[in-house]
């Protein structure tokens, strides 16, 4: 009787153990991110936090991770306020994001004032850009969403400041293209597209206005068949309803916009979307995408956040920390699902990088244009 109790312990045990979180799930400092467990309370994990700074394990002090033992900062980052500067009115995606944004960093409680948008419009983001760089400098509390339409806006005003001349802190978000036809269109996929172009390169496709991401991407689909885009066909127009339109009254073939334009129709069955510009599958999108479909384009229409020229290291560095914990955090996740949005978060240095190449590209993808 006595081994069978022994038994009965050890198979207690051995469940007990299956059913709970297995030693793995604690991360070596050397692996460690914000949010990730730890096991041993004030263990450093040295240059492991976002901007580079230290982070250690201990008992979190706010937001989504409160209470809990994780790889975190030794200081909670909390701003004071925000003023964001749009290139765009209250209701435009800039505005969207930064309502987002503001949702998701008053959630983790990282803000403990005032978060405010304000729209210089012109230039189709130049005017708010110029705004940013000539009256904020170095102030706090100050901080500008850009995006790559931002990047076309200044190429196309030939605004001789770029982007790039704020202080980059993020990259936070994606929203890829669609490539659709009608219902009723007898191309399926990728490859039906590409026998449909080569067998008449001028078959018309519909997109937002000329020099947008819309277009650029259709360039970059003819140039990766291997079909010359002089001949394109592309039909531009003011916004997605317009492009939506044209395809329901059979006036173009193609359609390319953001998912977010097309998911309603393409949910309703009056649209068939055959390709998504994505870099991986996305589980909310009905169709694979253009790589895995053999013709290799990514792109993506992104948004992010700078600050104004002249913020000190550490001031760009603990904006760069409550982003960080706002990213980690279950209010901005909940926000990606909701959106349809990527999570592509690239911080600091690396963002800079980023958008310095993103700018080339504009520059030689109006020179094609001849604009």
């Not at 170095?138 to 995006?147: D, N, R, V």
């Not at 959106?339 to 520059?363: C, P, Y």
Request: net charge positive; proline share 3%.
């Amino acid at each position: 009787m006595k081994k069978l109790l022994v038994a009965a312990s050890a198979l207690a045990l051995i469940a007990t153990g299956l059913s709970a979180a297995p030693a793995s799930a604690n991360v070596s400092p050397a692996q460690s991110k914000y949010g990730a467990s730890c096991s041993t309370l004030k263990q450093v994990a040295a240059k492991r936090g976002a901007d580079g700074s230290n982070l250690i394990c201990k008992k979190e002090t706010e937001g989504t991770f409160k209470g809990k033992q994780i790889w975190a900062y030794a200081k909670y980052p909390s701003l004071k306020t925000i003023n964001f500067k749009l290139g765009a009115g209250p209701t435009s995606g800039y505005a969207g994001f930064a309502n987002d944004v503001t949702r998701a960093l008053k959630a983790e409680k990282l803000v403990t004032g005032n978060i405010t948008n304000e729209s210089v419009l012109g230039g189709s983001g130049a005017a708010a850009l110029n705004d940013f760089m000539l009256k904020e400098r170095g102030k706090s509390g100050q901080a500008l969403i850009t995006g790559y339409a931002m990047l076309l806006g200044i190429q196309n005003n030939k605004n001789p400041a770029r982007v790039s001349d704020a202080v980059p802190v993020a990259r936070l978000m994606a929203e890829y293209e669609a490539i659709v036809v009608s219902a009723k269109s007898p191309i399926k996929n990728m490859k039906d597209l590409t026998a449909a172009i080569k067998k008449d390169n001028t078959i018309a496709i519909a997109g937002g206005s000329v020099g947008t991401l819309d277009h650029a991407t259709i360039i970059q689909i003819y140039k990766a068949i291997g079909v010359d885009s002089s001949k394109l066909n592309y039909v531009a127009h003011s916004g997605g309803g317009e492009v939506i339109t044209s395809l329901l009254s059979g006036a173009t073939s193609v359609g390319v916009s953001g998912w977010g334009e097309f998911e309603q129709y393409v949910t309703s069955g009056d649209l068939r979307v055959i390709g998504i510009t994505a870099p991986t599958k996305q589980s909310a999108i009905p169709a694979d995408t253009l790589k895995g479909q053999g013709v290799n384009v990514v792109s993506q229409n992104w948004r992010g956040i700078m600050l104004p020229s002249g913020t000190s290291l550490a001031n760009r560095n603990l904006v760069i920390r409550a982003i960080d914990v706002m990213h980690k955090g279950k209010t901005w996740k909940s926000i990606l699902t909701e959106r349809n949005w990527g999570d592509n978060l690239i911080v600091g240095d690396t963002f800079t990088r980023f958008l310095k190449i993103e700018e080339k590209k504009v520059v030689s993808l109006y020179a094609q244009l001849g604009l």
